[in-house]
């Protein structure tokens, strides 16, 4: 038993009974993105919502404990996304990592933007040209200190 092979069967147990990640992150009471990102290996959990998610996708003892596990964060197999969804990020990032890098610099100073003190939100934005996916992204600003 590992980490991957509870992330595996809660996604197995998701697909059998008909689940929705934003019903699942109702029930923990917290994000649905954070919950999804959980459930898929990349968070730790503390009892309460291991408790949960065990009883969500019927997991044993055993695997409700790996969910406290504090993980090997990075999920992808590959250094370039062959996942073409995933890939439109990395695209992204390539074309205009250089613009947010610049853009935090002259607004924030020499510094990186957080994704621990982070959060994000994924909503459908329905629009008569074929609906968008509307994602926010917000991250602590943490400035390079001198010493």
């Known amino acids: 038993m590992n980490r991957q092979a ?7 147990a998701k697909i059998a ?18 919950v999804t990102a959980a459930c898929l290996g990349q968070m730790t959990l503390d009892a309460k919502q291991a408790g949960v998610i065990a009883a ?3 997991l044993s003892e055993d695997e409700r404990r ?5 993980p090997f964060k990075g999920s992808l197999p590959t250094a370039v996304p062959s ?5 439109r ?12 890098k610049e853009l935090i610099h002259e607004e924030f100073g020499d510094g990186i933007m ?21 994602i926010t992204m ?7 200190k001198t010493y």
């Open 17 to 34: 009974k008909g689940l929705r990640w934003a019903d699942v992150a109702e029930r923990v009471g917290l994000s649905k993105e954070w």
């Open 6 to 12: 509870v992330t595996e069967k809660i996604i197995a």
């Open 56 to 58: 969500v996708f019927d």
């Open 114 to 134: 957080s994704a621990i003190d982070f959060k994000m939100d994924l909503q459908r934005e329905p629009n008569s040209a074929g609906d968008r996916v509307s």
């Open 138 to 144: 917000s991250g602590k600003f943490l400035p390079y």
């Open 89 to 100: 990020f990395y695209e992204l990032v390539s074309v205009y990592g250089t613009t947010f």
């Open 83 to 87: 996942d073409p969804l995933i890939y």
């Open 66 to 70: 790996w969910l406290m596990v504090v």
